[in-house]
């Protein structure tokens, strides 16, 4: 443990040269233009610079690709709010509160606390690997497809019955997500679905292409109906708001503390960043006093899903470093980078290369602070940019979410499909059909099958392995519960009501 | 400041060397004039897509080619979208293809229609091989313990888990089955490092992981390899865990299971491209393989470092696509043809 202490100081000694420094730097700014650009994305990123370093010693390039991928974890949030275009799949229930906020002119403090909560659950999850790694190691190995699939369920659980709208729009927009999902190449058979001999459709709907879509796209056009203006014009331009959002912001370190530990079990588990930011928005919203509000630019729904993610996408490094399975796709491409520099990824990795692997934790903790301060004092200059001309700043947007759908998969086909999932988004906005159930099944629907008849096929098809030991089960049905929340907490209230119904008697 | 020194000092060294490599080597005809792209038909992080990205700095590093190289992920449909993109850019002189074994399977497992001899061969840069591994708290220390083991027990007992659905590890357990007399579970992953991991967490018997994919884990003595599907032993002689090396593991077919199989890393360019180009390239790639770079990813994943080109390394090719068809057709994976 002492040990492990006085390796950390090394690495920030490592860290700090300034040399180091000013790669950190570079890499946070890299990466918040890299994020900022929906589409790109943090593992197109990280893949194209990856050539710069390898003239670089190993621990100076993982400091710089790694900030990179803070950066642009950072830089996902601001068009999340601004723009309700969320650049990965992790920022999309970011645009659920986060949106309406910049809508009502309060971008400036939708910001500060997406960033700000990012930077706390980053941190939180960096302690955990700091203090007990070698633990969380021997934990991700127990996770076997049917517990990979019991975290999924989870996911979904915890969000079904969120929206306002009628279940039944409900379950017909998470129906038309898991059909989109299941277009291409089917990962248990090897064979074609839904493709109807389409060559464009051999790579299916990426969930960007189709988020881009729906949400970046669906939402100028219904601007353009609403009379062309953006509605956020009257956004505050100063660091006032930083100030005072900071205020705000303890009160709810309840949220922040449970947010934290979804986020980091996530990120262990091999699920990941975007299952843990709608699992914690949708029990914040269920838990919540304010949860009635959620939806409609409340500041604990812009926490909650931003604090998850970045812990969870904190804590997936670990399984990486670890184990050597990448836990997303930006963790794919690095994990790339350190077999180059001759770092072999694994259990030995930690006792072999103790200087590189706590020089990559030190450059965490600094990272994440550097980024904080970048973001931060740049909030003023973000929330300004609602103040461009709608005329001016839609065809911006507009030529950025096309260069954006286009690098996903280098294809002119999906530009147009963005299109076409922006007119599909539209009218989906216009009939109330709710669009976020949709991108979850699109985002995890493929998974979630995946592991679902992963474990099928190991248990010969008996749906007992998904009660067969303890961890599993325990998941599953946290995941029941989640799904009858609703009926459980009238069943709460009734009582409630008949107690207070009693009590003014006395 | 010092970082810019750095890559200004690098630049200058990179230049003396690519003088020295010009001068070296006699100067071809043909010369690319923008950006060479590498198409990887696989996803990132697989070996396909580390061997291309290792390329791709090796070739920036030592500034072997006057343009800058862009590695390009087409996975979508099991790789059959990258190999239609090749297939389709007739003439194109500045892309290449890497393959791996889903060059065959894809094409018969999906009836996309693509096939080879769409393409111009440019080179064979090495075989990856695949050894068959269990968790190292397995009693089974040898082959022969492993088959007694899956012989007592009843069909479908055994766990296999392998990299993707009717591609090259399928295609080594139907084989492996067949030696044994035995069916087993295949369960498909999306990539190896995830099929390793599975190994290690004991939620599958045994896999037939890359070397590079299981390499870590057998080091930290959670995996035991039992053989190695090449016809003759590992090259590799430096020890790897205790006293084991790759030279170490025995083949199967030695070991008395009788399966064969290593899978093609070479490159491909689309139709219709001029020989001058085609030679271009496989001086560049000669180039690369006398890197410190290369030689060490060589050593890291146990590659065998067969090198073929032109006539031979079609010839070579075309003997895999029909021991593939073989396999395809015999383990019933062959899509119906319209």
Known sequence: ?506 | MSVTSKILSFGAVACVGAAFAMSAVPATAWEPSHPIEIIVPAGTGGGADQMARTMQGIISKHSLTKQPVVVINKSGGAGGEGFLDVKNAKGNEHKLIITLSNLFTTPMATGIPVNWKDMTPVAMMALDEFVLWVNAEKPYKTVKDYVDAIKAQPDNTFKMGGTGSKQEDQIITVALQKAVGKKMIYIPQKGGGAVAVQLVGNHIDSSVNNPIEAVAHWRAGKLRPLCVFDPKKLDYKDKIAGDMSWNDIPTCKSAGLDVEYVMLRGFFMPPGVSKDAVSYYVDLFKKVRETPEWKKLMADGAFNQSFMVGDEYAKWVAEAEKLHEGLMKEAGFMAKTN
């Open chain 1, 1 to 506: 443990m002492f040990e492990d202490i006085g390796n950390l100081m090394h690495g920030f000694a490592v860290v700090l040269q300034p040399q180091n420094l000013l790669l950190m730097v570079v890499g946070i700014v890299l990466g918040v233009i890299v994020g900022v650009l929906p589409g790109l994305g943090g593992a197109n990123g990280v893949a194209i610079l990856l050539p710069l370093t390898f003239s670089m010693s190993p621990t100076s390039a993982i400091i710089m690709l790694s900030c990179i991928y803070w950066g642009a974890l950072f830089g996902g949030a601001i068009t999340s709010i601004l723009f309700n275009i969320p650049g990965e799949p992790w920022s999309v229930a970011t645009t659920f509160d986060g949106y309406p906020m910049a809508q009502q002119g309060r971008a400036g403090e939708a910001l500060t606390a997406a960033f700000t909560s990012s930077f706390v659950g980053a941190l939180f999850a960096v302690i955990m690997i700091t203090l007990v790694a070698p633990l969380v190691a021997s934990f991700a190995l127990r996770f076997g497809p049917a517990e990979i699939f019991s975290v999924y369920f989870l996911a979904f659980c915890s969000f079904v019955g969120l929206s306002k709208e009628p279940p039944f729009k409900t379950i017909a927009a998470m129906m038309l997500g898991f059909a989109l999902g299941a277009v291409g190449l089917d990962q248990m058979t090897g064979q074609l679905r839904l493709t109807f001999g389409f060559e464009s459709l051999l790579s299916g709907f990426d969930f960007l292409i189709a988020v881009i879509g729906l949400f970046g796209i669906g939402e100028i056009l219904l601007t353009m109906e609403e009379g062309l203006s953006f509605r956020g014009k009257a956004a505050k331009i100063n660091l006032k708001v930083v100030i005072q959002t900071w205020k705000e912001l303890p009160k709810y370190w309840m949220l922040s503390l449970r947010s934290c530990l979804i986020g980091c079990w996530m990120g262990i588990s091999p699920a990941g960043a975007t299952p843990a930011s709608f699992m914690s928005y949708g029990i914040a919203k269920r838990i919540s006093k304010r949860g009635h509000n959620f939806g409609k630019g409340e500041i604990e729904g812009v926490v909650a899903p931003e604090t998850a993610a970045h812990a969870a996408g904190t804590a997936a490094l670990l399984p990486m470093l670890a184990l050597g399975v990448p836990g997303s796709p930006t963790a794919a491409v690095l994990l790339g980078g350190l077999l180059i520099w001759g770092l072999q990824p694994g259990p030995l990795l930690f006792v072999e290369q103790t200087e590189f692997v706590w020089g990559l934790i030190a450059s965490m903790y600094m990272g994440n602070i550097v980024g904080l301060i970048v973001v931060l004092t740049c909030v003023p200059l973000f929330a300004a940019i609602l103040r461009i001309p709608f005329s001016v700043i839609a065809p911006i947007i507009l030529v950025l979410c096309a260069i954006g759908a286009y690098t996903v998969h280098n294809n002119t086909f999906d530009v147009v499909m963005m299109l076409v999932f922006g007119v599909v988004g539209y009218f989906m906005k216009k009939a109330n059909y709710p669009l976020a159930p949709m991108v979850l099944a699109i985002v995890l629907g493929d998974k979630a099958e995946e592991s679902f008849r992963q474990s099928l096929l190991g248990s010969q098809g008996s749906l007992g392995v998904f009660f067969s030991n303890a961890l599993v089960s325990t998941v599953m049905t946290l995941g029941l519960i989640a799904l009858f929340w609703p009926i459980i907490q009238e069943g709460i209230s009734r009582v409630r009501v008949a107690m207070g119904a009693a009590r003014p008697a006395q």
